[in-house]
């Protein structure tokens, strides 16, 4: 590769943001394209067969207008399902984002794990099978959260969401003797890419301390790994900005952080 390589990184919204910014800092020799799915968002709320229908051929055309060198699926919930189904039919290399279960129950210590996602994303068989592959005896508690994508979105609009409105979609994930810490949930999975945007309220709500496993950095080595070396001499290149329901975004500077300082177009 001699240019400047395209990433694509494409989510329901604007919870990918968390895996781009790590991409980011791994890579800021790469061109980005981030693409939020919104008019279909949220993808928790959509049948499997919806989420095929949807994602599939939307790919198509944005790897037809952009040309990525590598697509980040940036989204737990379409990545537990269209990955194969992406691979199957497109060239482009594809990294997805799954469940760091896996970490996750290597890290605990008091044996409970929750993974808290969205209601499709625990539901998925893939995420079934990681159990099953990983748990390594671990209690690994399910928790698929219906809300708190939207209110994470929400969020970073600028709303203001209330404590009890999070604790609501949180507290399934505090499982055990809370006056134990060796019998009780130590370690919770963020198993849906908007999690991290809210991750000062989420630990500062928690019932008790708990490690919050993000896979954000490990994706981010990954995709520098598959790209190769970087390209000497270009510290950075431009970044793009798509909503697929084409609104314009107020979220101005909000953004700039994301895509390690740069201002996408
Ligand atoms: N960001 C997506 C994920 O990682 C989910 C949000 C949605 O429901 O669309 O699962």
Redesign the pocket.
Known sequence: MTNSPTILVF???L??LTVLREVVAARPDAHYVYVADDAF????HHSEDEIIARVVPLMGELIGTHDPDLVVIA???ASTLVLSHLRAVYSVPFVG?VPAIKPACAHSKSRRVSVL??KG?VKREYTRALIRDFAQGCEVTLVGSPEL?SLAERALGGDTISDGAILAELSPCFVGDPADAGARTDTVVLA???YPLLLERLTRLAPWPVDWIDPAPAIARRVSDLLGSHIGGIVQSGAEMIFTSNRVHGLGAALTPFFGGRVPA
């Open positions: 989510d329901s919204g919870g990918g968002f949220p993808y928790g989204c737990n919930t984002t996602g969205t994303t994508a849906c890419t908007h």
